[in-house]
């Protein structure tokens, strides 16, 4: 596991190689941050503890704590996680874990939050009276907004009614499922195996416990998937009615993931597939009533993401996308990021260096960068575009008080609109149909820390994109 992966997200910029075309792509960032988890570096723990003291009173902040432990391991997987059937050491984690609040607690003071999301790995290997534990900690150290969105990653064969339960009690609000895929074949290939019957019990739970805000992770593009196993497992979904769907491109790294390894690299579908596989996916459940949002999400009418974006402040962050009002994200638990006004910062992804750092009663903080002016007007005009497909690139600039004439990029956009891949009006330019599929090409243009140099826009678009 190298330090520059984003373990907020699996499908990261630094992990993400298109399969088999040619010529050779470059990867495309997701732009999950901006700049991406590619830039950091070494960054003192010091300069993190000012940042954290230096949050503004009032404003509300978001929570994320990682949970780096799976019982069974996904030959498929991308995150940041250990297998271990030996509870202690979950044990273990969480006691350090609460240390680490303690510690970012005595720095930030009680702030107000708005969103807490747990991810990992598995959240649900915690035990029913741990989590709650867990969670009256974090009630006492920070002042959980009554409105808060409140969010577990659920592996369902983990899951139990009892930790169901518990999750309700301590006011989890919205759950994402792990699926990826229903079709039995492709979950023997993928090494993960959960039948129909045991999501229907977990989805039992959650309605029951008045969870009603269920998400579904599916995954397109692993080994032994057809559009017609892609098209039964968007059935599937869609009679199960989750309130949102993330279709996630598989993320195929086996240099950095090596159990991918297990996988026969014969059985992975072509990149054209993959597009294939994308784009019947997103026709069943626009037809099943979903709407789509942004690059990968879709969501049923009265969900926050569609509010959101309705309302103008959807946005990108680690977990994707998010309604989340909160423009600071405080990370906890190894290898987590945060993103603060001051800038992004990661915990050491070791789990004895990060356990040593807070036993020894010092923030465990390794990597991150410090953000500049310009870096945050240029991530909020990559937002945008990812989040709405459109961006007035000179008004965010206006409204950030940030001197930049987009002279470099206007000449690159003026050429997309040439071939269509762009509209114009005004200011703002919108991706067209033809330029969906290089929403991610086309975003590059305004990253600074993209080698310009190295392709020609068009090419980028042409040969460089992944579905
Ligand atoms: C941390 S996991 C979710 C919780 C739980 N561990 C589980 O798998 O059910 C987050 C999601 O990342 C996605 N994911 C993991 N590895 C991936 C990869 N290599 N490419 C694309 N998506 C991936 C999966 O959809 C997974 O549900
Ligand atoms: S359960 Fe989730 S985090 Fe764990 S190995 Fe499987 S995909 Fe990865």
């Known amino acids: 596991m190298t330090q520059k992966t984003t373990t907020q997200d699996p499908q990261n910029s630094s992990t993400t190689a298109p399969l088999g075309t040619s010529p050779k792509p470059k990867r495309l960032p997701r732009y999950t941050s901006y700049p991406t ?16 003291r230096d949050l503004p009173e009032d ?22 996680t250990k297998i271990t059937s030996n509870y202690d050491r979950v044990h273990r984690y969480l006691a350090i874990l609460m240390q680490e609040i303690h510690l970012v607690g005595a720095e930030t003071g009680r702030k107000k939050v708005s969103h807490i999301h747990f991810g990992g790995g598995s959240p649900t290997i915690i035990d029913a009276d741990s989590f709650t534990e867990l969670m009256d900690l974090v009630r006492q150290t920070f002042d959980i907004l009554p409105d808060a969105e409140i969010a577990v990653e659920i592996d369902p064969r983990t899951c139990s009614e009892e930790k169901v339960a518990a999750y309700a009690e301590s006011g989890v609000n919205r759950v994402s499922l792990g699926i990826q895929d229903f079709n039995p074949d492709v979950q023997e290939a993928i090494n993960r195996v959960q039948p129909d019957a045991l999501i229907a019990e977990n989805i039992a739970w959650f309605r029951a416990a008045g969870i009603s805000e269920i998400n579904f992770d599916l995954i397109y593009g692993m080994p032994r998937q057809t559009l017609a196993t892609i098209e039964e497992t968007v059935q599937k979904t869609a009679e199960f009615r989750p309130s949102r769907i993330a279709l ?35 026709t069943k459940l626009q037809e099943s009533g979903y709407h789509a949002i942004g690059l990968d999400h879709f969501a049923l009418p009265g969900d926050s993401l569609l509010t959101a974006r309705a309302e103008g402040h959807l946005k990108r962050n680690f977990q994707g996308y998010s309604a989340d009002p909160a423009t600071t994200m405080i990370g906890f638990g190894a290898s987590a990021i945060g993103s603060l006004p001051g800038g992004y910062a990661q915990n050491s992804p070791d789990l004895k260096t990060y356990a040593e750092t807070v036993e020894a009663g010092d923030i465990p903080v390794r990597r991150g960068l410090r953000v500049s002016a310009l870096d945050v007007m240029v991530r909020e005009v990559i937002s945008t575009l990812m989040s709405t497909f459109a961006v007035d690139p000179y008004a965010i600039a206006a409204a950030h008080g940030v001197d930049y004439d987009f002279a470099r990029e206007a ?27 290089y929403l991610r090409a086309i975003a590059t243009l305004f990253d600074h820390y993209f080698p310009q140099q190295h392709s020609d826009i068009i090419t980028r678009c042409v040969h460089e994109s992944e579905g």
């Open 37 to 52: 988890a590619l830039e950091f570096s070494d960054l003192d723990a010091g300069l993190y503890g000012q940042w954290l």
């Open 59 to 80: 404003a509300p902040v978001s929570l994320y704590f990682h949970i780096p432990f799976c019982e069974k391991l996904c030959w498929f997987c991308g995150c940041f």
């Open 248 to 282: 996630f491109g598989y993320a195929h790294v086996p240099w950095m993931k090596k159990h991918q390894q297990m996988m026969d690299k014969h059985h992975l579908p072509a990149q054209n597939e993959r597009q294939a596989m994308f784009d019947l996916a997103s």
């Open 411 to 437: 000449q690159d956009l003026d050429r997309l609109v040439a071939v269509g891949y762009l509209a114009r009006a005004g200011n703002e330019y919108a991706l067209t149909e033809a330029g969906r599929p």
